[in-house]
């Protein structure tokens, strides 16, 4: 039963993550992502008044095409609202990961967090995403983070994309691994 449970697990991740090693790969994948069209009338609002008390935070590693994209659009979210954007180590994320139980799938994984509190974290994209799709998720963590019920953001926010770098070459000799 359990090989089962496991067996299905990892094919539904499989079905779910999208690793991709260059820009074209990258773009093909997002081509096929919808796009967030209808947003709250207090979104920009709330987005501004709320950057000064948090943080994106977000895994990245070298070479990693998914993670320069991911650079880009939150850099550009970070100037349209103020927001402070800052990397943190794969080890890090890989903690945060399991503490909320999710899988590690690779790079990007970004988070919003209060400033003041680093154990608070809410994850907004498991790989890249399109822009309008990553202002949604960071709103609605914000909302999350300051009173909307957490099943309410989350089933909003349940689309992550799962296009991720590709991870090293495993070797064959290692079985473990």
């Not at 359990?2 to 067996?7: C, H, V």
């Not at 300051?146 to 089933?155: K, M």
Request: glycine letters at 10%; one cysteine or more; charged letters at 15%.
């Amino acid at each position: 039963m359990a090989q089962s449970a496991s067996a299905g697990q990892d094919a539904a991740r499989r079905a779910a993550i999208h690793p991709v090693a260059d820009a074209a790969s990258l773009q093909a994948w997002l081509a096929r992502v919808p796009l967030t069209r209808q947003f709250p009338p207090d979104f920009a609002d709330t987005l501004r008044g709320q950057a000064p008390a948090f943080v994106i935070e977000m895994s990245t590693s070298p070479g990693c095409v998914p993670c320069g994209d991911m650079w880009t659009k939150l850099s550009a979210f970070g100037r349209q609202y103020g927001w402070r954007v800052a990397a943190i180590g794969g080890q890090e994320a890989m903690v945060r990961s399991g503490r909320l139980g999710l899988p590690w799938v690779g790079h990007p994984v970004v988070w919003v967090r209060p400033i003041a509190d680093s154990n608070r974290i809410v994850p907004i994209a498991i790989g890249t995403d399109h822009a309008l799709n990553l202002a949604r998720n960071i709103y609605l963590a914000v909302k999350m983070l300051t009173g909307v019920r957490p099943d309410v953001g989350l089933r909003a926010m349940s689309k992550y994309t799962g296009i991720v770098g590709v991870g090293a070459p495993r070797n064959p000799a290692n079985r473990g691994g």
